[in-house]
């Protein structure tokens, strides 16, 4: 289907993109083949020794440009231009060149900067998630909810997530309410959460933390797992992260009676006392400690706010300086001695601005990495999105899920135009088309689904567009094309010609071919264009 779309794209374009050729000067002809003078400009200027207002200069450099060019001509001679290797290295170079210009470098780089500076407050929420009623399995490392989820399965559940919102809103507390409901199986209230960037599993729910305030609780706010009403407990700020060695004294059961609970106290206080005492706390690790694997291995933790229990972290972060050690903490696990090994700061951008990226484009989140491009490209291809075609699409996806058989049948019929791009339309029926055989996206939610789906869509066709219009619209991307396509064969003739050879015969070989390409192909020189150049 994705081949079907960019056919019918291409068709399309083959007129709306053509570029009327403009016939330009010619500084030379070699072995028949013209060279513009755009081409030669472009090859001159990246040659920081030429002078283009010395004579000597230009005559030299004239020179060494057409030995250039008669042994890309020989290249070509002996059909190294088809051969496979080089074709698939052109597509390859082609390729990147492509890339580098279907992208707004300094857009992305400031959503990188965003969602680093994002990183560096670290909300505490509390939640009361309220879940649409499909069991869930597991998929890989990931919970995935079974089923399709349709506008009329949410209206109940957005009346019950609503009800406790006008509730909080009319003085109950917000945890009153979270614990009224510890008996329906639907709703889940958690006490405190961490919202770091990436950790969530949808971004709807991430976003929408980071635009609230200390205090701030939000109406339902749903993705794809149901409705959440929100409450920002405190923020917190990035602080960096510790390493540190580590002795767990385990409470000996998972509910540890009062008299367990504090002979598990004494034990770690006495392992305490012995550390004050400069004995070597990785042995003690490795002869009391009840996480013995991580004794083994040094005994060493590093973690982050958010990144372990709440009591470890306030500890951990507590110790300044290197050696120092905390006195012994619960957790639910046991009880737990630091000693702090290194603080780091929080990572500098430049050092994590890649993670960040690769994060961004492995996530939901790589349409805010592109948006700025996609922006200036809807701009340059004048494109219009219709919403009244969208609007009766998304109605047929109130009553059915946009994959069923029934929404398929009915939706094949409509053929109103969708979106418009220099001048072509794209109807519903070519949406739902592509959407029919490419439904990469975990959305259960009917409306999210085809939206999820449709932003693939409107990408892949502006891609295509643009690729198009590269030509016509960025002379320098035939240029470097053109670079690529000469660099490369002089490369494979002068392996074959030169650099196979002895060292100490090179400079003699080197002579004898350029000789001989000047013997063997007509040349001709436009002295009067190159002249031209020089007064410019």
């Keep these: 289907m994705k081949k079907i779309c960019l056919l019918l794209i291409m068709a399309g374009l083959t007129t709306a993109l053509e570029a009327k050729e403009k016939k330009e000067p010619v500084v030379m002809i070699v072995a028949g083949k013209e060279v513009p003078l755009s081409e030669f400009i472009y090859m001159v200027k990246k040659d920081n020794s030429v002078n283009l207002k010395n004579k000597q200069s230009v005559k030299n450099y004239v020179e060494l440009y057409k030995n250039y060019k008669l042994k890309v001509a020989d290249a070509e001679s002996l059909s190294i231009n088809e051969a496979p290797r080089f074709e698939t290295e052109m597509e390859r170079l082609g ?137 920002i407990d405190r923020i917190l700020p990035e602080m960096g992260t510790v390493r540190a060695m580590h002795i767990l004294t385990a409470f000996p059961s998972e509910n540890p009676t009062a008299d367990e609970i ?27 400690s009840s996480d013995s694997v991580n004794a083994k291995n040094g005994s060493i933790l590093e973690f982050g706010i958010g990144g372990v229990l709440e009591p470890m972290e306030k500890a951990g972060f507590a110790l300044e300086k290197t050696g120092d050690i905390s006195e012994p903490f619960q957790t639910k696990y046991g009880f737990h001695i630091l000693k702090l090994v290194e603080r780091k700061p929080p990572t500098p951008f430049e050092e994590v601005e890649s993670k960040i990226h ?35 699409l998304e ?57 999820d789906v449709f932003r693939f869509f409107e990408r892949e066709i502006l891609l295509e567009v643009e690729r198009r219009s590269l030509e016509r619209d960025y002379p320098d991307f035939l240029l470097q094309m053109n670079e690529y396509y000469d660099g490369t064969l002089l490369f494979e003739i002068s392996n074959k010609r030169v650099w196979s050879k002895p060292v100490e015969l090179q400079e003699q070989f080197e002579a004898e071919w350029v000789k001989e390409l000047n013997e063997k192909y007509p040349v001709t020189i436009n002295w009067k264009v190159i002249n031209k150049i020089k007064k410019k």
């Design 95 to 231: 390729n990147e060149l492509q890339q580098s210009y279907l992208v707004d470098k300094s857009g992305e780089d400031a959503v990188l900067r965003t969602m680093y500076e994002r990183a560096q407050k670290i909300p505490v929420i509390k939640e009361i998630y309220f879940s649409y009623p499909h069991e869930l399995y597991e998929k890989g490392n990931i919970m995935v909810r079974k089923g399709q989820v349709l506008t009329q399965d949410t209206f109940a559940l957005f009346e019950k997530a609503n009800a406790a919102y006008n509730r909080i809103k009319n003085g109950e507390s917000f945890e009153a309410v979270g614990e009224s409901f510890a008996n329906d199986s639907t709703v889940l209230f958690f006490r405190l959460q961490y919202v770091l960037p990436f950790r969530l599993r949808y971004k709807p729910i991430e976003d929408y933390v980071y635009s609230m305030e200390v205090g701030d609780i939000s109406q339902p706010v749903r993705d794809n797992d149901g409705f959440h009403i929100l409450k």
């Design 262 to 288: 504090e002979e598990t106290r004494r034990k770690s206080e006495e392992i305490y006392q012995k550390t004050l005492t400069n004995e070597d706390f990785n042995a003690l690790a490795i002869a009391f």
């Design 358 to 392: 690769d994060s961004m484009q492995a996530s939901d989140r790589l349409f805010d990495l592109y948006r700025s491009f996609h922006d200036k490209m809807k701009e340059r291809h004048k494109y219009v999105f219709y919403p009244e075609a969208w609007q009766e």
């Design 395 to 451: 109605q047929l996806a109130d009553e059915n899920f946009p994959i069923d058989s029934a929404f398929v049948e009915r939706s094949m019929e409509m053929e109103k135009t969708l979106i418009k791009i220099d001048s072509l339309d794209f109807p519903q029926n070519l949406f739902v088309q592509y959407m029919i055989s490419k439904y990469r996206t975990l959305q259960i939610y009917s409306v999210d689904f085809m939206k």
